[in-house]
């Protein structure tokens, strides 16, 4: 799309918005129930449409596509108004005449670009916060996902249909560069971008323009930690799914693993017995395990992270080249390479791509310092019998998120912000924090007794203020605020003395 037709959806959904903003809470409830009772009965349509444009097999896509999205519907429902609902705010001591509050505001029209790894959810995660928040949403989506963004359009409008809401609401844009950039200098009020720190950057730029608040979820690479005392049967499954679900093409995949030399070798050949069995091919045919890559030469630059690493000393167990013939291309096989050091660019690239990366370490703080040693941060992932030593394991990690003796449980968890730091970005969707992310949190106090007590300006304060009027402030902190009852005594006996003063020393106001 050019930028001025984006500029005209934008203007749409603006006026849309001040029409939906006005529904109640149990008209949005509504609307996502409908679009929960269509992801139930179009499950299989919902897949198989996501996986043409993903290359992801059907099961990956019930997993990240289907699954996900019905919890956050699920929790939004059940928990949303609650955290949208005005908040009590304490007052402090010198307003405890007062009540606060905080109210939370629709921003108006959210922005959102979209990557392709997972067409369905990535649509339909920001939508139903927004649209619960009471915001209008235009999404663009990638140009590598807009055949499925188009069918998943057409359902869109037939929900709003179905609630009365106003079509106009949800705008779902395609184009590359000048889209984007129009998306986010268009109009909207907030933007949220998930994809590239390169192109993350460029989204803050454009954004610095117009004040336009962004939310950035970039790259990720992150560690699976497995101690000494970890529980194979459970971990290495975890690891298989953390590694190669959707090929490796997610921003929370698993792309180092740290195992303590003492279960290293145990570690590598029950990973090496399952990853010998897995299928690869197009995501459509039955029993195939990993599917394609979706981004044109994604395969190739796998390649040469797997190059590099074999030319520093690292051992391919499985895989590890491009196969050509019917499937080669965009096909790159599931891949266990051993023997990674920190010299070496797969260990600090993000991979993205099916790749079970594995670090010999000797200790748990040598696993802690060599997964902090990485720009990015947004997941990890801690493996061992003993929650209290996980816990502090997790704790000790710069990352957003920390799932123990799971993988990437806390996205499942629909309560909890989803986000990272250092060039894994800032700020956070999804959970509370999240949902209120849609809105405008707005400051309210009002008397709490008007009709007994009101806040009127002492009359030493009063314009033009009395000779005494530093004096009378420092009596009221010392009042208020002194660490004894001595000296809050003392506060009050000096304003008490304040108002003593001869009547011609302030203003009084009849």
Not at 217 to 242: H, N, S, T, W, Y
Request: proline share 4%; charged share 20%.
């Amino acid at each position: 799309m050019r930028a001025e037709e984006v500029r005209e959806r934008i203007a749409k959904a603006a006026k849309a918005q001040r029409e939906w903003a006005k529904s109640s809470f149990a008209t949005r409830r509504k609307l996502l129930r409908v679009i929960q009772r269509f992801i139930l009965e179009e499950q299989d349509t919902i897949c198989r449409v996501s996986a043409r444009d993903s290359g992801k097999p059907l099961v990956d896509a019930a997993f990240g596509e289907v699954l996900v999205t019905l919890e956050k519907i699920r929790w939004l429902c059940n928990e949303g108004e609650r955290w949208l609902k005005p908040e009590k705010r304490s007052t402090g001591a010198m307003m405890f005449y007062k009540k606060a509050r905080v109210e939370y505001h629709p921003v108006g029209v959210m922005g959102a670009i979209v990557p392709w790894n997972y067409p369905f959810h990535n649509v339909f995660n920001p939508l139903v916060a927004n649209l619960f928040a009471g915001n209008a949403l235009v999404v663009k989506v990638s140009e590598y996902a807009s055949w499925s963004s188009q069918y998943y359009g057409r359902v869109i409008d037939a929900a709003l249909d179905a609630v009365g809401a106003p079509r106009d609401l949800v705008q779902i844009i395609t184009g590359y560069g000048e889209a984007g950039s129009a998306l986010v200098t268009g109009g909207v009020q907030k933007v949220v971008f998930v994809g590239s720190t390169g192109i993350g950057r460029k989204v803050m730029e454009a954004a610095a323009k117009t004040l336009t608040p962004v939310v950035l979820e970039l790259g990720g690479k992150d560690p699976f930690i497995v101690c000494a005392d970890a529980d194979l049967k459970q971990c290495v499954p975890m690891a298989l799914r953390g590694a190669f679900q959707s090929c490796g093409q997610n921003c929370a995949g698993a792309e180092r693993f740290y195992v303590h030399e003492k279960i290293h070798d145990k570690f590598l050949a029950k990973v090496l017995e399952s990853a010998r069995k897995l299928r690869q091919g197009w995501a459509l045919s039955s029993s195939v395990d990993c599917g394609a890559m979706c981004m044109p030469k994604q395969a190739q630059y796998v390649q040469s992270l797997i190059d590099d690493a074999v030319a520093r000393g690292a051992t391919v167990h499985v895989g590890g080249k491009i196969e050509l013939g019917a499937q080669g291309g965009q096909f790159y096989p599931p891949t266990v390479i051993s023997g990674i050091t920190h010299d070496m660019r797969i260990a600090r690239e993000e991979v993205f791509g099916p790749v079970l990366a594995i670090v010999k370490t000797k200790s748990d703080e040598e696993s802690i310092s060599l997964a902090n040693d990485c720009d990015f941060g947004l997941g990890s992932n801690v493996f061992t019998r003993s929650t209290r030593r996980a816990e502090k394991l997790g704790s000790q990690l710069e990352a957003g998120m920390t799932s123990i003796n799971d993988f990437c449980s806390t996205y499942m968890a629909q309560s909890l912000p989803f986000g990272g730091v250092k060039e894994s970005g800032f700020d956070r969707f999804a959970g509370i924090e999240g949902l209120r992310g849609c809105c405008v949190p707005k400051s309210v106090v009002v008397d709490r007794f008007p009709w007994l007590m009101k806040t009127n300006i002492p009359p030493p304060l009063c314009y033009p203020v009395a000779d005494n009027a530093f004096a009378f402030c420092k009596a009221l902190s010392r009042m208020f605020f002194g660490l004894n009852v001595a000296q809050q005594f003392g506060g009050l006996l000096s304003l008490a003395k304040c108002f003593l003063m001869p009547s011609n020393s302030y203003t009084k106001y009849d």
